[in-house]
C-alpha cells in the first residue's frame, strides 16, 4: 500500500448541515436543534454520518476524474463530527488494474481524530 493522497478538505458548517438535512429529508434533532442537544450534553450539532459517503464520493471523483464510476464504497463511522470543524479525507491505492481499489478515511483536522475509518472504494476507470 502506497502512502496516503490528501484528497479533499471541507469545513462543515451549520448551513451545510441544514442543506443535507433538506436533500436527504433527515431532520433528526442531534443536527440542528440547541435544545434537544444540551440535554444530551453537547454544544454543538453533530454531522450526519451519511454525509461522509457524500464527502468521499465528492473526494474520489477528484481524484480520478469525473468520468470514473465508484462501484463500491463502505464506511464505517469511530467518532462524531461537529458543525464548525474541518474534515479531511485520505486515500491510498490497495490494488489497480481493470479495476482500482482504494483504502480512504477522514480525519478531523483540529484534532486529528479519525472520524470514518475503515473506509474503501472500488472504482472503474475510462
Known amino acids: 500500500?502506497?502512502?496516503d493522497e490528501l484528497l479533499f478538505v471541507r469545513r462543515i458548517e451549520l448551513p451545510d448541515?441544514?442543506?443535507?438535512a433538506g436533500a436527504t429529508w433527515d431532520?433528526?434533532?442531534l443536527h440542528y436543534d440547541p435544545a434537544y442537544l444540551a440535554?444530551?450534553?453537547l454544544?454543538?450539532?453533530v454531522v450526519d454520518g451519511q454525509v461522509f459517503g457524500?464527502?468521499?464520493a465528492i473526494a474520489l471523483r477528484e481524484w480520478f476524474g469525473p468520468e470514473?464510476?465508484?462501484?463500491?464504497l463502505s464506511f464505517r463511522f469511530t467518532n462524531p463530527v461537529f458543525a464548525g470543524e474541518t474534515i479531511r479525507c485520505l486515500g491510498s491505492f490497495v490494488r489497480a488494474d481493470s479495476r482500482v481499489e482504494v483504502d480512504l478515511r477522514v480525519e478531523v483536522v483540529e484534532d486529528g481524530r479519525i472520524a470514518v475509518a475503515p473506509a474503501s472504494a472500488t472504482l472503474t476507470l475510462p
Not at 17 to 20: E, P, R, S, T
Open 1 to 3: 500500500m502506497s502512502s
Open 17 to 20: 448541515m441544514i442543506a443535507y
Open 27 to 29: 431532520w433528526h434533532r
Open 39 to 41: 440535554e444530551r450534553g
Open 43 to 45: 454544544d454543538r450539532p
Open 54 to 56: 457524500a464527502y468521499l
Open 68 to 72: 470514473a464510476v465508484i462501484s463500491a
